[in-house]
């Protein structure tokens, strides 16, 4: 069974940065995207940032220019480094892929979420 393990959350002052991290579990044959959504209390669960099997990436509006996704296709794992941090980027951050194992694909795999908070 495949799973994904997101890491790297925490507490961080506005205008500051961190790096979250999402691994796959699992024999992961192809990674057709995968990225990370973002919910924060109140709020619908909407898209921070996310790349494709090709390298091309998308970003939400609101992050555009202060985070960056990346992968390392070695470990199947995705990064977001996110910079110049302020307090409505607070939410609890999911990883979400799109993948292929042996026999199956998974088209809309969650991660169990990792807390983002920002202080002003």
């Known amino acids: 069974q495949v799973q994904l393990a997101e890491s790297g959350g925490g507490l961080v002052q506005a205008g500051g940065s961190l790096r979250l991290s999402c691994a796959t579990s699992?024999?992961?044959?192809?990674?057709?995207?995968m990225g990370w959504y973002r919910q924060a209390p109140g709020k619908q669960r909407e898209l921070v940032a996310r790349?494709?099997?090709?390298?091309?990436?998308d970003y939400g509006d609101s992050v555009n220019g202060r985070f960056t996704i990346s992968r390392d296709n070695a470990v199947n794992t995705v990064y977001l480094q996110m910079t110049s941090l302020k307090p409505e980027d607070t939410a609890v951050y999911y990883c979400n892929a799109d993948l292929v194992t042996l026999g199956r694909r998974y088209g809309d795999l969650w991660g169990q979420g990792t807390q983002v908070t920002v202080s002003s």
């Open positions: 790349i494709i099997r090709g390298g091309s990436t």
């Open positions: 699992g024999r992961v044959l192809t990674i057709n995207a």
